[in-house]
């Protein structure tokens, strides 16, 4: 199954292209942003799972700007693909939070396959906007949790790491529609 989604931020600007592509071995999401959140920045990324809906892989370039590769086993370990290192610092996390997409948001609904009123702590790999890129352009460690309040359609989100929280509504496909002050959905 492919679809695509497309995303404005909440005022209206920048746009974002997103192509979900899943099978029965998982799924890739692939997009790319022109982005106005903390500044104006052109993006692309690239997230594919396992059939667990597990991260695997991910891929963030920023135009005229750092690059991002990483991939994880799987278990929770995580491997820097450009500087070929080890990232311990991510052990635990079995899913990716892109900052400048709402598409992610999928993956832990998908992967934790909560029931109604059900929470989920979680361990996420934040990979952060251009702007918050101080340093090497590495993921960083973030606790988030997410509360199903009606299965498949709608969840909590709480980025503990951030103290931020958001009721998100999902398609049938399990991508965000809106992310209330941040991302808009933009139907056709």
Same mark, same amino acid.
Request: glycine letters at 12%; proline letters at 4%; a negative charge.
């Given at each position: 199954?492919?679809?695509?989604?497309?995303? *404005?931020?909440?005022?209206?600007?920048?746009?974002?292209?997103?192509?979900?592509?899943?099978?029965?071995?998982?799924?890739?999401?692939?997009?790319?942003?022109?982005?106005?959140?903390?500044?104006?920045?052109?993006?692309?990324?690239?997230?594919?799972?396992?059939?667990? #809906?597990?991260?695997?892989?991910?891929?963030?370039?920023?135009?005229?700007?750092?690059?991002?590769?990483?991939?994880?086993?799987?278990?929770?370990?995580?491997?820097?693909?450009?500087?070929?290192?080890?990232?311990? #610092?991510?052990?635990? *996390?079995?899913?990716?939070?892109?900052?400048?997409?709402?598409?992610?948001?999928?993956?832990?609904?998908?992967?934790?396959?909560?029931?109604?009123?059900?929470?989920?702590?979680?361990?996420?790999?934040?990979?952060?906007?251009?702007?918050?890129?101080?340093?090497?352009?590495?993921?960083?460690?973030?606790?988030?949790?997410?509360?199903?309040?009606?299965?498949?359609?709608?969840?909590?989100?709480?980025?503990?790491?951030?103290? #931020?929280?958001?009721?998100?509504? #999902?398609?049938?496909?399990?991508?965000?529609?809106?992310?209330?002050?941040?991302?808009?959905?933009?139907?056709?």
């Amino acid at each position: 199954m492919q679809v695509s989604a497309r995303w *404005c931020d909440w005022d209206g600007n920048g746009l974002e292209h997103c192509v979900l592509d899943q099978g029965d071995g998982g799924l890739v999401l692939e997009g790319v942003v022109a982005g106005t959140r903390g500044g104006q920045y052109g993006g692309s990324y690239l997230v594919r799972t396992d059939a667990q #809906f597990r991260t695997r892989e991910v891929r963030v370039s920023y135009v005229a700007g750092p690059k991002m590769h990483i991939e994880s086993d799987g278990e929770g370990h995580w491997h820097d693909k450009i500087a070929n290192v080890a990232l311990s #610092f991510l052990d635990g *996390c079995f899913d990716v939070d892109i900052g400048i997409t709402p598409a992610t948001n999928m993956l832990p609904i998908k992967r934790l396959n909560l029931r109604e009123q059900e929470s989920q702590d979680i361990s996420v790999a934040y990979v952060p906007l251009p702007h918050e890129v101080d340093g090497d352009f590495l993921p960083r460690y973030a606790q988030q949790r997410y509360t199903c309040l009606i299965a498949g359609k709608r969840y909590r989100y709480d980025g503990i790491f951030r103290a #931020f929280s958001a009721e998100l509504e #999902f398609d049938g496909h399990g991508l965000v529609c809106d992310y209330p002050d941040t991302f808009r959905r933009v139907f056709e």
